[in-house]
């Protein structure tokens, strides 16, 4: 189980430190993603790390803004957040990989529940 949290109501330009902990299962052998989903669009996707951490990947509306990070003593991946636009509202989903496509969302088997990110301008 994957259980996501961190999100929240800020202002255009602040910070937020999503987590995406495990619980029931070691996921630490698994790439770890983050999506998200804006109201009336589709899921898409934001960020990934492999199961060791060396690399990561990310989408060109986030880069340089967006930093995934995993501590797999925890259990647990981050998204760290910065310069928010309003344009990154949406909700938030951590997922585990299992297959081999690293940008979408039909490889990952394993979703957390999603957390509430609204920016506002």
């Known amino acids: 189980q994957l259980q996501a949290s961190g999100g929240g109501l800020v202002q255009a330009g602040d910070s937020l430190k999503l987590s995406c902990a495990a619980s029931?299962?070691?996921?630490?052998?698994?790439?770890m993603g983050w999506f998200r989903q804006a109201p009336g669009k589709e899921r898409e996707f934001v960020s990934a790390i492999t199961w060791s951490g060396g690399t990561t990947y990310y989408a060109d509306s986030v880069k340089g803004r967006f930093t995934i990070s995993r501590d797999n003593a925890k259990n647990t991946v981050y998204l760290q957040m910065n310069s928010l636009k309003p344009e990154d509202t949406a909700v938030y989903y951590c997922?585990?990989?299992?297959?081999?496509?690293?940008?979408?969302?039909?490889?990952?088997?394993?979703w957390g529940q999603g957390t509430q990110v609204t920016v506002s301008s």
């Open positions: 997922a585990a990989r299992t297959g081999i496509r690293t940008r979408e969302s039909g490889s990952y088997d394993y």
């Open positions: 029931g299962r070691t996921f630490s052998n698994y790439a």
